[in-house]
């Protein structure tokens, strides 16, 4: 899971199986949530996003879970493959409209071959 | 259709040099977005606007301006660097304050 650190949580999965990363976020208030990816030295790419008044939301080979009386996401790769492997992080909108999502720190995913 | 352009994407100053990092978005986007993104850290909001004419701060505010004048763009400067500056920059847009941010590919700056 995301935490504060210099340390990014590390995540190693065989290709094939499947992956969980979980995310905290802080406002219960938030009523937005979304994940990215993030290759090496490049920007983060959209993977899913759910709204405060869904609990499930699933795309390809992804699905994203919302526990909103604990405050807890997570984000499912089915079939984790080699190009998987990067940086996801999680991001909510602190119950907001005003385009202010904060970020958790990260999550970096290794698929091992 | 260039999405999210963000230029110098590699730029190194002295402390106390000022600079602007160019972000420019062709998608019509009313929210734009700076993110800085240090290693082994998430990424945390600089400043963000919600329309042109309109910003407001973000977590990490100190040592950074912006303005909005117009839709398409959303210059971040910094008046005096420091090397606790050093970073990646990002910037980003989207349609409302609850849709995905579309992200440029970044800016490098090293401050010695």
């Known amino acids: 899971g995301e935490s504060v650190g210099l340390h990014l949580p590390t995540l190693s999965v065989q290709e094939g199986d499947n992956s969980i990363i979980n995310c905290a976020y802080s406002n219960s208030a938030s009523d937005y949530f979304i994940w990215y990816k993030q290759e090496s030295g490049k920007g983060p790419q959209f993977i899913i996003d759910i709204r405060s008044n869904m609990d499930k939301r699933q795309g390809q080979r992804v699905t994203v879970l919302l526990n909103k009386t604990v405050k807890h996401l997570s984000l499912q790769i089915a079939a984790t493959q080699p190009g998987d492997s990067a940086v996801y992080f999680c991001?909510?909108?602190?119950?907001?409209?005003?385009?202010?999502?904060?970020f958790g720190q990260g999550t970096e995913l290794s698929v091992k071959p | 259709n260039a999405g999210v352009t963000q230029t110098p994407k590699f730029q190194v100053l002295k402390t106390g040099q000022s600079m602007t990092l160019q972000c420019a978005q062709d998608m019509n986007h009313e929210y734009m977005s700076w993110y800085r993104q240090d290693p082994g850290m998430g990424l945390r909001l600089i400043h963000y606007s919600v329309g042109a004419g309109i910003t407001d701060q973000g977590e990490v505010p100190n040592g950074y301006n912006v303005s909005r004048s117009t839709t398409e763009d959303f210059p971040l400067r910094l008046l005096s660097a420091a090397p606790s500056q050093t970073s990646v920059y990002f910037c980003?847009?989207?349609?409302?304050?609850?849709?995905?941010?579309?992200f440029g590919s970044g800016t490098q700056l090293s401050v010695l």
């Open positions: 980003a847009s989207s349609w409302g304050g609850n849709e995905k941010l579309f």
């Open positions: 991001a909510e909108n602190m119950g907001n409209q005003g385009g202010k999502l904060i």
